[in-house]
């Protein structure tokens, strides 16, 4: 998989890269990833197939990139939030508002954008784990700062960020919010984050 950051020391070079994300990511969300191929983006772009894989050595190559981005603003939206000068409790229920409403409108109101993230899933790729790994440490990290603060009783922030994420999944998985939607039987997204919230401070 290409790793974005080797190549940010060559504006020329990443330039490019940015450039065949762009065109990718247009056409992936208004043809759908299975129906666009590298020759797709080429032509968009103007350029030869030959020129692309220069830069990416597949389709899944650009892919992986362009998931590896819209992760990227996800894990920054949680960053931001994570700094934010206020309570752990408020924090954590800002986290999960944020992340539940992002995949709302960023994945399901778009079904093309929806399909990207489906394969990235379900073909289990790095950059999903790594993701996943990386919001888990600032979970735990808040935690361990509403334990000190006398919020959250004493308990290991590792584990209780890896159960924290799994109690949630419904409000942070794709393919579980769109099964989850308008179903009379699922508890609210506010309904869960307070349970969850309520289990940390026992």
Same mark, same amino acid.
């Given at each position: =998989?290409?790793?974005?950051?080797?190549?940010?020391?060559?504006?020329?070079?990443?330039?490019?890269?940015?450039?065949?994300?762009?065109?990718?990511?247009?056409?992936?969300?208004?043809?759908?990833?299975?129906?666009?191929?590298?020759?797709?983006?080429?032509?968009?772009?103007?350029?030869?197939?030959?020129?692309?894989?220069?830069?990416?050595?597949?389709?899944?190559?650009?892919?992986?990139?362009?998931?590896?981005? =819209?992760?990227?603003?996800?894990?920054?939206?949680?960053?931001?939030?994570?700094?934010?000068?206020?309570?752990?409790?408020?924090?954590?229920?800002?986290?999960?508002?944020?992340?539940?409403?992002?995949?709302?409108?960023?994945?399901?109101?778009?079904?093309?954008?929806?399909?990207?993230?489906?394969?990235?899933?379900?073909?289990?790729?790095?950059?999903?784990?790594?993701?996943?790994?990386?919001?888990?440490?600032?979970?735990?990290?808040?935690?361990?700062?509403?334990?000190?603060?006398?919020?959250?009783?004493?308990?290991?922030?590792?584990?209780?960020?890896?159960?924290?994420?799994?109690?949630?999944?419904?409000?942070?998985?794709?393919?579980?919010?769109?099964?989850?939607?308008?179903?009379?039987?699922?508890?609210?997204?506010?309904?869960?984050?307070?349970?969850?919230?309520?289990?940390?401070?026992?």
């Amino acid at each position: =998989m290409l790793d974005l950051s080797d190549v940010s020391a060559d504006p020329a070079r990443q330039e490019n890269i940015t450039r065949i994300l762009d065109a990718a990511e247009r056409l992936f969300r208004h043809y759908g990833y299975s129906k666009t191929n590298v020759a797709d983006i080429a032509r968009d772009l103007g350029m030869s197939t030959a020129n692309i894989y220069r830069f990416f050595g597949s389709k899944t190559e650009i892919h992986q990139a362009i998931c590896g981005r =819209m992760l990227g603003q996800s894990y920054q939206m949680a960053l931001a939030i994570r700094n934010q000068p206020i309570s752990a409790t408020d924090r954590l229920r800002a986290y999960l508002m944020a992340q539940y409403r992002m995949t709302l409108e960023a994945m399901l109101d778009e079904q093309k954008v929806h399909e990207m993230v489906i394969v990235a899933i379900e073909r289990d790729w790095h950059v999903i784990e790594k993701h996943i790994e990386r919001i888990q440490d600032l979970v735990a990290e808040i935690i361990a700062e509403g334990i000190a603060a006398g919020e959250f009783a004493e308990q290991d922030p590792g584990i209780a960020a890896k159960c924290f994420g799994a109690a949630t999944v419904d409000l942070c998985h794709p393919q579980m919010v769109a099964q989850c939607l308008g179903k009379t039987y699922q508890a609210k997204p506010e309904d869960i984050i307070e349970f969850v919230i309520r289990a940390l401070k026992k």
